[in-house]
C-alpha cells in the first residue's frame, strides 16, 4: 500500500495497487504544482497535445483530450502518438530522453511553458 499526501488542502489517500494511477492524477490536480506546460508538436508543426510537469509527476493532455498520466503505466520505456492533423506515422520514442527534457525544461524557475517537437518514429 502506498500512502500519498497532498497539500494544500492535507489530503492523505490510502492507495492500493489498482489505483496508483488515481493517486497520480490527484497530484496533478493540485494547480500549485504545475512546474511546466511543454506544447508538442510533430515535426511539420501541428499541435499534438501537451506534456504537464507538476510537482512529481507528468501528464499527457492530448489536444482536444483530457489529462491523463503520463507514460501511462510507470514501467512504460516507449510512447507514441499520432498528429491529430493525419500526419503519416507516429511520433515520439524512448520515454526516459523525453521524460529528461520535460524536467530539464521544469528546471528552469523563469520557465512556464515550453514547445518540443516529437520525432516520428514509425
Same mark, same amino acid.
Given at each position: 500500500?502506498?500512502?500519498?499526501?497532498?497539500?494544500? #488542502?492535507?489530503?492523505?489517500?490510502k492507495v492500493g495497487s489498482a489505483t496508483r494511477g488515481q493517486a497520480r492524477m490527484a497530484a496533478m490536480n493540485e494547480p500549485d =504544482?504545475?512546474?511546466? $506546460?511543454?506544447?508538442?508538436?510533430?515535426?511539420?508543426?501541428?499541435?499534438?497535445? =501537451?506534456?504537464?510537469k507538476f510537482a512529481a509527476e507528468i501528464g499527457y493532455q492530448p489536444?482536444?483530450?483530457?489529462? !491523463? !498520466?503520463? +507514460?501511462?503505466? +510507470?514501467? $512504460?520505456s516507449w510512447w507514441e502518438v499520432r498528429c491529430p492533423d493525419g500526419c503519416p506515422g507516429v511520433f515520439?520514442?524512448?520515454? $526516459? #530522453?523525453?521524460?529528461?527534457?520535460?524536467?530539464r525544461l521544469a528546471d528552469d524557475p523563469r520557465r512556464t511553458n515550453a514547445h518540443y517537437t516529437l520525432k516520428q518514429v514509425g
Open positions: 500500500m502506498i500512502v500519498v499526501t497532498l497539500s494544500p #488542502p492535507m489530503v492523505v489517500a =504544482n504545475l512546474g511546466i $506546460d511543454v506544447a508538442l508538436f510533430c515535426p511539420a508543426q501541428h499541435h499534438v497535445g =501537451n506534456l504537464r489536444r482536444g483530450g483530457m489529462l !491523463a !498520466a503520463w +507514460p501511462q503505466h +510507470p514501467s $512504460d515520439g520514442g524512448a520515454v $526516459d #530522453p523525453i521524460r529528461q527534457e520535460v524536467k
